[in-house]
């Protein structure tokens, strides 16, 4: 199959090799050229604007935000500029409204778009284990589906495409909330004199059971902040938090760990990843 792919982040450059590694043909865009050289090694085609992707049967996306998003898809040389393709499918952590812009404006030229965020981190999609959640019409998500399972495991969550972003961004809420939680715990368990391994292990081993609290818990004990993500949470957030209110939904866990990530900000971690939620609450709690 020929694949068009826009965008190559820390999840982007992995996802396209498993793709490529799977046979299939891939033109590439990227704003930095360099990246995409990087996948010539692959077989990958570099393509010089949006459009050129275009002549592909299916493209992809996986940029930072809607307005990444909306500069490639309706900016000059945009890929609703071109023609070729047949099936748009946005892997980007987008909001909910502009979700469904996307998909009305695909509609009205005449192609399908379906949405398909990610949860995960770069290791997952290094090692082809993330969580795909898809919706959209029944005949695209199938045309798409040989794709995204060379990526991931795929959670198709209804024909609105809309659902899935509002699915993603929801989770991500819970894995703010959680490093929030978590923060709090180890700052009380450091300060009390006891061992944070072994208060991860006893509390993972019985009353949570949960892969995301192992991984971050461990990422925390050892200070290992260095994925970036505190903005991508902050964004996350931040539409979250837009989406409640519209929806009349009080969520003051959400408000405050939006609180927290600013000051993170603040504090010139907007580069580290957002389990550095963490290193926050321990500093406000005296903790070197």
Same mark, same amino acid.
């Given at each position: 199959?020929?694949?068009?792919?826009?965008?190559?982040?820390?999840? %982007?450059? +992995?996802?396209?090799?498993? =793709?490529?590694?799977?046979?299939? !043909?891939?033109? #590439?865009?990227?704003?930095?050229?360099?990246?995409?050289?990087?996948?010539?090694?692959?077989?990958?085609? #570099?393509?010089?604007?949006?459009?050129?992707?275009?002549?592909?049967? #299916?493209?992809?996306?996986?940029?930072?935000?809607?307005?990444?998003?909306? @500069?490639?898809?309706?900016?000059?040389?945009?890929?609703?500029?071109?023609?070729?393709?047949?099936?748009?499918?946005?892997?980007?952590?987008?909001?909910?409204?502009?979700?469904?812009?996307?998909?009305?404006?695909? @509609?009205?030229?005449?192609?399908?778009?379906?949405?398909?965020?990610?949860?995960?981190?770069?290791?997952? @999609? !290094?090692?082809?284990?993330?969580?795909?959640?898809?919706?959209?019409?029944?005949? &695209?998500?199938?045309? &798409?589906?040989?794709?995204?399972?060379?990526?991931?495991?795929?959670?198709?969550?209804?024909?609105?495409?809309?659902?899935?972003?509002?699915?993603?961004?929801?989770?991500?809420?819970?894995?703010?909330?959680? =490093?929030?939680?978590?923060?709090?715990?180890?700052?009380?368990?450091?300060?009390?004199?006891?061992?944070?391994?072994?208060?991860?292990?006893?509390?993972?081993?019985?009353?949570?059971?949960?892969?995301? /609290? !192992?991984? /971050?818990?461990?990422?925390?004990?050892?200070?290992?902040?260095?994925?970036?993500?505190?903005?991508?949470?902050?964004?996350?957030?931040?539409?979250?938090?837009?989406?409640?209110?519209?929806?009349?939904? +009080?969520? +003051?866990?959400?408000?405050?760990?939006?609180?927290?990530?600013?000051? %993170?900000?603040?504090?010139?971690?907007?580069?580290?990843?957002?389990?550095?939620?963490?290193?926050?609450?321990?500093?406000?709690?005296?903790?070197?």
């Amino acid at each position: 199959m020929k694949i068009g792919w826009i965008g190559l982040g820390a999840m %982007g450059m +992995p996802m396209v090799r498993h =793709l490529a590694c799977g046979g299939h !043909e891939i033109i #590439i865009y990227n704003r930095t050229k360099s990246r995409a050289a990087a996948l010539q090694y692959y077989g990958c085609k #570099i393509a010089n604007n949006p459009a050129e992707v275009c002549d592909a049967d #299916i493209i992809f996306t996986m940029l930072w935000d809607d307005q990444a998003v909306e @500069a490639i898809t309706f900016g000059e040389n945009g890929i609703l500029s071109a023609s070729g393709y047949k099936l748009h499918v946005g892997m980007s952590t987008v909001s909910p409204q502009f979700a469904k812009r996307l998909a009305n404006a695909h @509609a009205e030229h005449g192609q399908d778009y379906i949405s398909a965020p990610v949860f995960g981190r770069p290791l997952a @999609a !290094e090692t082809a284990q993330l969580g795909i959640v898809v919706a959209g019409q029944d005949a &695209a998500i199938k045309r &798409a589906a040989e794709l995204l399972n060379l990526m991931g495991t795929v959670f198709i969550t209804g024909k609105d495409a809309w659902k899935a972003n509002l699915i993603k961004l929801t989770g991500n809420f819970m894995i703010g909330a959680m =490093l929030e939680v978590l923060g709090e715990a180890f700052a009380l368990i450091r300060k009390s004199g006891v061992d944070p391994v072994r208060f991860l292990n006893v509390v993972n081993g019985t009353v949570l059971r949960s892969p995301v /609290y !192992e991984n /971050y818990g461990k990422s925390i004990i050892e200070e290992d902040f260095s994925t970036g993500g505190l903005q991508i949470g902050l964004k996350d957030i931040s539409f979250i938090r837009d989406i409640a209110v519209k929806a009349g939904v +009080p969520m +003051p866990v959400a408000a405050l760990v939006q609180d927290r990530l600013l000051v %993170g900000c603040s504090r010139n971690y907007a580069e580290l990843d957002w389990n550095v939620l963490a290193k926050i609450i321990a500093e406000d709690a005296g903790i070197k």
